[in-house]
Structures are given as structure tokens and as C-alpha cells.
């Protein structure tokens, strides 16, 4: 049975490492990230029952305001130091779900843990809203744009998403169309650049039987698809000259008619278009209407190209492997230094480009760590910055190059017949008392530097053989600072 999920948001590293050791004992799982992280804390936790924060965060009551706006309906705990309940603002105590010292006495935190369903209940807010919408990355270019969804997303606005080929203008149409009213409805995509001008009047607006030669039968056009819902106009700027025309009439009157017949059709669809191409360049050329562009051009969302947000691509590694995973269409896992110098190649297919690269590697080398010197010859011209390093994403891998190839062995140690050496177990508690929690960790850091040892270093296995996720022994590695 899955165990339900906590968040505790703090900088205190002594406070974590005692909630860790303490919930964990009480069968939780706890995630600690810090004030920065704290959405991608609350992204990863599918179970997530409580959030705890840490008092001593810069701009305290700000952070509680963003995690309660982040994830309304999930209680939020805070945590202060011992005598320092008093000093708590009123104002913040009446934010938060509870305030609590720490450390906590044992019957005061199992009395709160076993209210958390209730408590979540009581809220009774909307649910967590999606996170990175698709659109994976921190820089602030990509922040803006999910800023820009949520802003249109409640009205019935059109929207013309700007950018290179490969940047993801599809994927923000679905957000968009995820994000309304009319989620429920069709998202009916066409790309007006992939279809002949003389086919295109009947694609988006069907025909009738014998309208033209071929037309065996009525058919729909994608206006009449999309009925309700939204329709994603992809590559506007290709459209031929005469199809603008009558697009644009769509648009004012929201009726249009079938090819080969007279029948009036009213519809209720809501425009999303999307270019490559400098619009405002093409009407300068004779090549796009300015009228139509004023009308498309109600609320612009323009996207980065992938070399203008550089800073994204190891978060965009990590979710296009986590998606090739899913898929079950194989995996593939980059060190720091490989990501450092993907991230000084200018990437001209952006995001497109970079998906193909990782599928390419996933099939070349399937199952895989990518050091520096494994990416192809394009990549070694470029030079790996002093003092780089990746912080916070799951997939990105820091043993040595030297255990490559033992990480695609798939010979697995069997536990039973390793011999551990003997740990120091007490039966019974001293009359002078203990520390329990440096008493655990000594267990936890003894036993891992037994698997570490039995495994030859090799963290993946290692990670196996304590029935862990590499990446939980990872951050113990790090807390623990052990190498």
C-alpha cells in the first residue's frame, strides 16, 4: 500500500533531517525541498497530504500566500523553534491550518497527522491546478508564458501563439483549451500549411455530396468538428490569400457554409492560431491580410526560442525521458557535464530537436549514463564551465563515468546472499535515555555505505538493494555527505 505523502518546505537542515527521521518512523513519506523548490516539491507528490514550512524562510508570509494559492485545499502546517509560538504574527497563524513547535511532542503531531483528511476537506477549494502546463523549465521567459495561459484562459479571446518552428505552439494550445471552459469539449487542430489551398476550404469548412469531383459523400470540416470546443489554426501565416478571405468572414459572423451548398451554419468555437512567420513582415510582402491579422491577433503569447532559455534543458531532459519512459519507448540518463555542454548548442529545431536527440541516444544507447564524451562529435567543440552543476532534477546522474558500463548490467545483486556486517541493534533503551534520531542515522549511514561497498560504488545498484529510488539515495548521499 502506497504511504501518504508529505511536504515539508524549510531551510533549517537540522529540522529536516529530524521530520524526515521522525515521519518516516510513523510510515510517511516526507519530500523536503527548499523555499525556492517548492513547486516542484508539490508537482512530484501524487498522495500529498499535508504541507509543513519551516519558520525562518526569507519573506515568510509570502511563501505560505504562494503555497496556499499553488495548492488550495491541501492543509498547511507551520513549523516554529521551541518558546517561539508567541512571536508568530496573528496574521500568519490565521493563514496557516496550524502552527506547531518543534521539536513536537509525539501525541500533539499524531493527533494533527490523523485530522489531515478532515482538515482537507474543510477547505473545500478547487483542486491543484496543473503545473508547468506542459511547458517544462524556471526561466523566466517560459514563466511568463504560463502566466499569459492562465490569464486568457477563462475567456473566449482569440490567440495567436508566436514562434519558431519546434518551440511547442501546439502544446500551448492545449493548455489553453486544457485550462477553459471548454475542456470537455473538441480540441480540433489543423495545420493550414500541410494542405493544398484548393483542399483547404473543405477541410475546415466540409462539403456535400458531389460538391466536387470526389466528394462521394458529406463531410464535416473541422469548424464543425471543433463545435463548442476549440479550434487550433496551426501555420496561419501559410494560408493561401483567398482562404484568409473567407476565415476572416468566419470570424466576424461566426456562420460559414459547406462547400456546394447554401445552408447557413452557425458556430461557437473558440480560435487559437498559431505562426512561424513575422506576420506583420508578410502583410508588408502582400502575403497576409491585415485585417485578418488584427483579428487573430487579440492576446499574442510569443514563445522563446530553446537557445534563449538555455537554463531549461535539463529540466526539459528530464521531462522528455520521463515521457519516453511512460511511453515505453526506452530511456536514457545524462550526466552534469553532458547537460552543461547540451546547453551551449544553439538547438535551431528547439524543443523538437532536443526530443529527437533523446530518443535518437535512447536507441543507440539504450538504458545508458551520456557523459560528456559520448555525445556526438557536434557537441565537443564547446567547453564545460567551471564549478557546473544541476540541482534539483531527478534524472540527472552524478556517479562517475567509471560505472557506466556497470550500470547496464542486468544482473542485479541478490540481497539474501549478501553478508552484512553486524549493526549494533538495541533491545532495550538505556536508563539514561538516547538519541533516537542520531541513533537512526548512524543505522541509515552504516547500512548505505554497506550497500555502497557491496556494489562496488555503484550508486543504481546500490539504491536496489535497499528497495530505494536512485534518486532518494542520491539526496541521502548529499545529506549524509558521503561519496
Given at each position: 500500500m502506497a504511504l501518504p505523502q508529505l511536504l515539508l518546505i524549510d531551510e533549517n537542515i537540522t529540522r529536516v533531517h529530524q521530520f524526515e527521521s521522525i515521519l518516516s518512523f510513523m510510515e510517511y513519506q516526507v519530500s523536503a525541498v527548499n523555499a525556492d523548490n517548492y513547486i516542484s516539491g508539490i508537482n512530484k507528490l501524487e498522495r500529498l497530504r499535508a504541507i509543513f514550512i519551516g519558520n525562518g524562510c526569507d519573506k515568510q508570509a509570502t511563501l505560505i500566500k504562494a503555497v496556499l494559492d499553488y495548492?488550495?485545499?491541501?492543509?498547511?502546517?507551520?513549523?516554529?523553534?521551541?518558546?517561539?509560538?508567541?512571536?508568530?504574527?496573528?496574521?500568519?497563524?490565521?493563514?496557516?491550518?496550524?502552527?506547531?513547535?518543534?521539536?513536537?511532542?509525539?501525541?500533539?503531531?499524531?493527533?494533527?497527522?490523523?485530522?489531515?483528511?478532515?482538515?482537507?476537506?474543510?477547505?473545500?477549494?478547487?483542486?491543484?491546478r496543473a503545473g508547468n502546463k506542459g511547458l517544462a523549465g524556471s526561466s523566466q521567459r517560459i514563466k511568463k508564458v504560463r502566466e499569459l495561459i492562465d490569464q486568457v484562459s477563462g475567456s473566449n479571446a482569440t490567440v495567436l501563439v508566436l514562434g519558431e518552428s519546434g518551440t511547442g505552439k501546439e502544446v500551448v494550445a492545449q493548455a489553453l483549451h486544457k485550462a477553459s471552459d471548454r475542456k470537455n469539449k473538441p480540441f480540433v487542430p489543423i495545420n493550414c500549411?500541410?494542405?493544398?489551398?484548393?483542399?483547404?476550404?473543405?477541410?475546415?469548412?466540409?462539403?456535400?455530396?458531389?460538391?466536387?469531383?470526389?466528394?462521394?459523400?458529406?463531410?464535416?470540416?473541422r469548424f464543425e468538428m471543433a463545435e463548442g470546443g476549440t479550434l487550433f489554426l496551426d501555420e496561419i501565416g501559410d494560408m493561401p490569400m483567398p482562404m484568409q478571405v473567407k476565415l476572416l468572414r468566419v470570424l466576424q459572423e461566426r456562420?460559414?457554409?459547406?462547400?456546394?451548398?447554401?445552408?447557413?451554419?452557425?458556430?461557437?468555437?473558440?480560435?487559437?492560431?498559431?505562426?512561424?512567420?513575422?506576420?506583420?513582415?508578410?502583410?508588408?510582402?502582400?502575403?497576409?491580410?491585415?485585417?485578418?491579422?488584427?483579428?487573430?491577433?487579440?492576446?499574442?503569447?510569443?514563445?522563446?526560442s530553446l537557445?534563449?532559455?538555455?537554463?531549461?534543458?535539463?529540466?526539459?531532459?528530464?521531462?522528455?525521458?520521463?515521457?519516453?519512459?511512460?511511453?515505453?519507448?526506452?530511456?536514457?540518463?545524462?550526466?552534469?557535464?553532458?547537460?552543461?555542454l547540451m546547453m551551449q548548442h544553439p538547438w535551431p529545431g528547439n524543443v523538437r530537436e532536443l526530443s529527437n536527440f533523446i530518443e535518437r541516444l535512447s536507441i543507440t544507447n539504450p538504458n545508458t549514463l551520456i557523459d560528456a564524451e559520448d555525445?556526438?562529435?557536434?557537441?565537443?567543440?564547446?567547453?564545460?564551465?567551471?564549478?557546473?552543476?544541476?540541482?534539483?532534477?531527478?534524472?540527472?546522474?552524478?556517479?562517475?563515468?567509471?560505472?557506466?558500463?556497470?550500470?547496464?548490467?542486468?544482473?542485479?545483486?541478490?540481497?539474501?546472499?549478501?553478508?552484512?556486517?553486524?549493526?549494533?541493534?538495541?533491545?532495550?533503551?538505556?536508563?539514561?535515555?538516547?538519541?533516537?534520531?542520531?541513533?537512526?542515522?548512524?543505522?541509515?549511514?552504516?547500512?548505505?555505505?554497506?550497500?555502497?561497498?557491496?556494489?562496488?560504488?555503484?550508486?543504481?545498484?546500490?539504491?536496489?538493494?535497499?528497495?530505494?529510488?536512485r534518486t532518494t539515495l542520491v539526496?541521502?548521499?548529499?545529506?549524509?555527505e558521503l561519496s
Open positions: 495548492a488550495p485545499g491541501v492543509p498547511v502546517i507551520l513549523l516554529v523553534d521551541k518558546g517561539a509560538l508567541a512571536q508568530v504574527p496573528s496574521a500568519i497563524q490565521a493563514m496557516v491550518t496550524k502552527t506547531h513547535e518543534w521539536p513536537c511532542l509525539y501525541p500533539v503531531l499524531t493527533e494533527t497527522l490523523k485530522k489531515l483528511p478532515a482538515l482537507a476537506k474543510v477547505t473545500q477549494k478547487p483542486k491543484i500549411g500541410a494542405i493544398p489551398g484548393e483542399l483547404l476550404e473543405s477541410e475546415l469548412f466540409g462539403h456535400e455530396k458531389g460538391a466536387f469531383t470526389g466528394a462521394l459523400t458529406a463531410r464535416q470540416g456562420t460559414f457554409e459547406r462547400v456546394g451548398s447554401n445552408k447557413t451554419i452557425a458556430c461557437d468555437v473558440r480560435i487559437i492560431a498559431a505562426t512561424h512567420r513575422n506576420l506583420e513582415n508578410e502583410i508588408i510582402e502582400k502575403r497576409f491580410r491585415e485585417d485578418l491579422f488584427y483579428r487573430l491577433n487579440v492576446f499574442p503569447i510569443e514563445l522563446p537557445k534563449e532559455r538555455a537554463e531549461d534543458i535539463p529540466l526539459l531532459v528530464n521531462d522528455l525521458v520521463h515521457k519516453m519512459e511512460k511511453s515505453k519507448n526506452g530511456s536514457v540518463q545524462f550526466t552534469a557535464n553532458a547537460l552543461a555525445l556526438p562529435e557536434k557537441f565537443q567543440g564547446y567547453e564545460i564551465p567551471a564549478g557546473f552543476v544541476v540541482e534539483n532534477i531527478e534524472d540527472v546522474v552524478e556517479e562517475p563515468l567509471a560505472v557506466k558500463a556497470q550500470l547496464d548490467e542486468e544482473i542485479q545483486p541478490e540481497p539474501e546472499k549478501i553478508a552484512f556486517e553486524a549493526v549494533s541493534v538495541v533491545s532495550q533503551l538505556p536508563e539514561a535515555g538516547m538519541d533516537l534520531k542520531e541513533y537512526l542515522t548512524d543505522m541509515e549511514v552504516n547500512l548505505i555505505q554497506q550497500a555502497l561497498s557491496e556494489c562496488n560504488g555503484v550508486v543504481a545498484h546500490a539504491a536496489k538493494l535497499l528497495n530505494m529510488r539526496e541521502k548521499l548529499r545529506k549524509y
